[in-house]
């Protein structure tokens, strides 16, 4: 009985160092993956550049779809993620769809309209 007294503390102590070896090993790992701060800093620059640009089409795309003839363009949401515009909400009738997709493909710098529109009556 008095050897297994002697052995928890010891079984204690060998877990705490077990413990703080995984934790400075682990600190060792994390260090020598991090990436230098220049390729994070370009990263995100390209990130921001993007992030611009969706913006920008997306204005462009709002624009364009405000000013066309025959197209109620009040419920339409629209969505620019790396060129590929995505049209939601809604239009009062199904001749608009086409409107809405071929005024949204007109605009320089959109390859791709992805079409979610639903047809809901004014009003509603």
Known sequence: MEYFKAIKPIQGAIGLLFLIWLSEGHA????????????SLTASSSEQAMKVENRRLQKAVVRRLSQTKGLSASNILVVARHSVVTLGGS??????FDLAVA???????V???????TVRSEGF
Do not use: F, M, R
């Open 103 to 109: 005024a949204a493909k007109s605009v320089e710098g």
């Open 111 to 117: 390859s791709e309209v992805k079409n979610d529109l």
């Open 28 to 39: 060792q790992i994390s260090a020598t993956v991090a990436e230098p701060p220049s390729a």
């Open 91 to 96: 239009v009062p009738a199904g001749d608009q």
